[in-house]
């Protein structure tokens, strides 16, 4: 067992070597001439304009959440639709389809929650 | 396969009553008229609990009574455990809930400017991941089950979004608990890894495989124990509960510090009992050194306290040191006595610290702040709350005839018959230290003339609950014979699988 260890231990060891040996060896063979172009943030090829610590209306936030919810169901849904025929198969398909509508009920409560208190509205 | 349904349903009845009622409460506060909202959802609220309650104790009896064990399909049987233990524990949760919610309803009309109608649903949804928890036995089902338990709390304890305190109190809550959460998967994790199995019952099967105790084994199972320390909030992982207990919202705090409790040790005692019986030796010292931590720091420091709620936070984190000696002084075969002491001293707890926060909420409503300087008089003001507290606090410190002296007796002499005397020892020691905090509130209510009068006006539903605690208090202590019997249904945890 203890040489189990040993390998990701080795692994470890060389990741990290990799990491300051690059760094390093660029180091020293790069040319240094640094411009007030070069040293500003990259921004898509944008101006950048002003700091990055800003506050983010709390809007985003619900909106990434309900996405994240609606991208688990996708989640879940797609290896569903594909063993449904082997569970029909097996007798299980009655069971398995009140599964998912429970599911889907569940979350369909979620969204009309959110609907229903104007997080849909943006403005 | 449509038989199959009734034996699906049945057992988890509970679990689908209470999340089919946190929904519609969810639903009825988008669509009732503003006026007539709060009491509906909270009748409703109160109705459903209702339900789910007696649901509990007909499966309880079901399987009490039915001389084959309880057939449940594959797949729901090996994640979920519905046994007279788990069935116990759950009417408890319910219990409580129960009583949360009578001493609500004035409070967040006090102190919540919004999300008033998602109060209940949200309470709800605590209880259904706590009914849950006392009957996972697969790991992953585990780890949902409490982040559904402490996602709630997080949000609970910061509910009162316009006050500093709660909202801080909040944060400081979900940071420590994330953290927290992430130290027990990784305990999981190195667990599967070393077994390859996330059921308890398979997991132990390959732990008596690998013969002598591998040394990730205890790893794993060691950072799994302390991120059930941190829901239990046992010393050393208890930082986060004075600042969320001082800062929630009072009736909340009655809840999470009863409600995650029983569903910790519950899963405590399945984690160990059927996943890890093999290296016993090992987690029953781990375990009891965290029992005499939690004492001794938990009554030590509840003495200087000035506030109510930091001080009965404390004195919950001494609390949950006695219930851990029990977990501690585990005999090998679960059909022994010792068992039933985790059980009695859970009810008792339920029942005597939501009794001491329903008064420190009824004290609130009246305008007064939840510093013990503001309890000077109390007697007088209020008779009935001021003789309230006095027995909740006598129970909290053990003393007869109320019922805390049967659950301590219970496990402090489970203790000694296990050979874990200096337990016993540290925690009668406790005890004694913890009269004097305790009567100090006492000293203050009876002995000192208030400053300036108050009136107190409060509403049947919080008197019900306060005298519905009460009765339970003094009952079991007067008359503790049919619990003590009735936690012992509860012994059987670990049967032939």
């Known amino acids: 067992m203890p040489s189990d260890y040993a390998y990701v231990a080795l692994f470890a060891a060389i990741g990290v070597a990799f990491i300051i040996a690059t760094l390093v060896f660029s180091w020293f063979i790069r040319p240094s001439d640094p411009s007030p172009e070069k040293l500003s943030t990259y921004e898509c090829a944008e101006e950048p304009v002003g700091p990055a610590h800003v506050q983010f209306r709390v809007g985003y936030y619900v909106f990434a959440l309900i996405f994240v919810i609606f991208d688990v169901e996708t989640v879940f849904i797609y290896p569903w639709a594909v063993l449904l025929r082997s569970f029909a198969r097996n007798g299980m398909g009655m069971f398995a389809f009140v599964e998912m509508v429970v599911f889907l009920g569940i979350l369909l409560v979620g969204l009309g929650y959110a609907w229903r208190k104007g997080v849909l509205r943006w403005e | ?497």
Request: proline share 5%; charged share 10%.
């Open chain 2, 1 to 497: 396969m449509s038989g199959d349904f009734g034996s699906v349903i049945g057992p988890v009845a509970p679990e689908i009553i209470l999340c089919v009622l946190g929904l519609l409460l969810l639903v009825a506060g988008m669509f009732l008229p503003a006026h007539r909202k709060a009491t509906i959802i909270f009748w409703t609220c109160l109705v459903g609990l209702g339900t789910a309650l007696c649901s509990c104790v007909m499966v309880l009896a079901a399987i009490a009574l039915s001389p084959e064990p309880l057939q449940m399909p594959n797949w729901l049987g090996a994640t979920l455990r519905v046994d007279e233990f788990a069935l116990v524990l759950k009417i408890l949760i319910n219990l409580a809930t129960i009583l949360t919610i009578l001493i609500s309803p004035e409070y967040i009309q006090h102190r919540l400017t919004a999300g008033r109608s998602e109060y209940f649903p949200l309470v709800v949804f605590a209880a259904l991941g706590m009914t849950l928890l006392v009957s996972a036995t697969d790991l992953i089902t585990i780890y949902v089950a409490m982040e559904l338990t402490s996602l709630v709390s997080y949000v609970l304890v910061g509910y009162m979004k316009r006050d500093p305190k709660s909202t801080e109190a909040g944060m400081k809550y979900f940071l420590v608990g994330a953290a927290s959460s992430a130290i027990m998967l990784y305990g999981m994790s190195l667990t599967y890894g070393m077994t390859g199995a996330t059921d308890l019952a398979s997991i132990r099967r390959a732990i008596a495989e690998l013969g002598s105790p591998e040394p990730m084994v205890l790893v794993g199972l060691i950072l799994m124990v302390a991120g059930f320390g941190f829901k239990l909030a046992a010393a050393p992982f208890h930082m986060w509960a004075p600042e969320a207990y001082e800062g929630g919202p009072t009736p909340i705090v009655a809840l999470i510090s009863v409600g995650p409790k029983m569903a910790g040790i519950a899963v405590l005692l399945h984690v160990l009992e059927i996943g890890f019986p093999e290296i016993r030796d090992h987690w029953s010292a781990l375990i009891a050194a965290i029992a005499a931590i939690s004492m001794v720091l938990g009554n030590l420091t509840a003495i200087p306290q000035k506030n109510i709620k930091r001080m009965l936070a404390y004195s919950s984190i001494g609390q949950i040191g006695y219930i851990l000696i029990g977990v501690a002084s585990l005999p090998q075969s679960m059909n022994d006595w010792r068992t039933s002491g985790i059980i009695v001293y859970l009810l008792v707890y339920a029942f005597m610290n939501i009794g001491a926060f329903a008064v420190v909420t009824a004290v609130s409503n009246a305008g007064l702040s939840d510093d013990i300087e503001d309890y000077r008089g109390l007697a007088q003001s209020s008779p009935l709350l001021a003789v309230a507290l006095l027995v909740f606090l006598a129970s909290l410190a053990g003393l007869p005839p109320t019922a805390g002296l049967w659950g301590k007796a219970l496990i402090f002499g489970a203790a000694i018959y296990s050979g874990f005397t200096w337990l016993a020892v540290v925690g009668v020691a406790c005890s004694v230290v913890s009269v004097f905090y305790y009567f100090n509130v006492v000293r203050v209510m009876f002995f000192l003339k208030a400053t300036t009068p108050h009136t107190f006006r409060n509403t049947h539903l919080l008197t019900a609950g306060i005298i519905i605690a009460i009765t339970g208090t003094l009952f079991i202590g007067v008359y503790p014979e049919p619990f003590i019997a009735m936690a012992r249904v509860g012994q059987d945890i670990v049967a032939a699988r």
